[in-house]
């Protein structure tokens, strides 16, 4: 990591500091030791991860809207830095030789509530926009009539036909989410540890982040697409691991990236 911090907004303390391309496996290297110093709140999130995509799953099944599913559940990808608020609680008490308790990382956003909701307001709707879409294509392709599970599969992954409908869909998805990580990179972590910072404020740090790291952080928006998409087509068992590991490396990605003072 270079010496050198570029200024968010004139007049203001706030910097950026530019990084090596290879920062992100050291963010989750040290995402992984607090994992191993927090076993049990770290799983813990990752169970409730895994449980709330069964619980998902096992709705939209049940309404028929089987198209859905993978949509919305690539939904962790957008919202995810406001779940997983409490992990990054976990980290920065760790960082500074202090405990933690379980309901102290459940209730971490009563560090800054209003500041940390409206973030998750803002990611919410990216999430909306996205399950909007995905539904707009889906019927564009296929009709009002969803098929049956067995032919969606077949049709969608198997077939020919459905091959544009995935290029496209794919491409949308990944718009949006870069959107959304290039807002929120830093943001949540920034909103949790300086409880007069705002949502302009962060989301400003987040966009100059990516403008002076662009090449670094796209590779960690890749890795936590990896780790995130892996723990999906684990039928939700991987993100029991990858989700906190994950969420832990990126409270070590926002104090590598964002200088206070310098």
Excluded: C
Excluded at 7 to 15: D, E, H, N, S, Y
Aim: neutral net charge; proline residues 5%; charged residues 10%.
């Amino acid at each position: 990591m270079t010496s050198e911090a570029v200024p968010v907004f004139a007049g203001k303390t706030l910097r950026i500091r530019r990084i090596e391309m290879e920062r992100p496996w050291s963010w989750l290297a040290r995402g992984w030791q607090d994992m191993r110093s927090a076993p049990g709140i770290s799983l813990t999130y990752g169970v409730l991860a895994a449980v709330t995509g069964y619980v998902i799953t096992w709705g939209f099944l049940q309404l028929g809207w089987i198209h859905l599913i993978l949509p919305a559940m690539s939904g962790f990808l957008l919202v995810g830095p406001v779940l997983v608020v409490g992990l990054y609680e976990v980290s920065r008490r760790l960082e500074q030789g202090l405990t933690i308790t379980l309901v102290e990382a459940f209730t971490a956003f009563l560090r800054n509530p209003v500041q940390i909701g409206l973030m998750g307001v803002a990611l919410m709707l990216f999430f909306f926009l996205w399950v909007r879409i995905a539904a707009l294509l889906f019927f564009l392709y296929w009709g009002l009539e969803p098929p049956s599970m067995e032919n969606l599969i077949v049709d969608t992954f198997l077939s020919p036909r459905g091959w544009p409908f995935l290029v496209i869909g794919t491409a949308v998805g990944a718009i949006l989410a870069f959107i959304a990580f290039t807002i929120s990179v830093v943001a949540v972590p920034m909103l949790l540890d300086h409880e007069d910072a705002n949502v302009i404020e962060a989301i400003g740090a987040s966009i100059r982040a990516v403008q002076v790291n662009f090449a670094p952080l796209l590779f960690w928006g890749v890795l936590i697409a990896i780790f995130i998409g892996f723990g999906l087509v684990t039928l939700y068992l991987g993100l029991i691991i990858t989700l906190p590991l994950v969420g832990h490396a990126s409270w070590h990605a926002y104090r590598d990236l964002v200088a206070w003072g310098e």
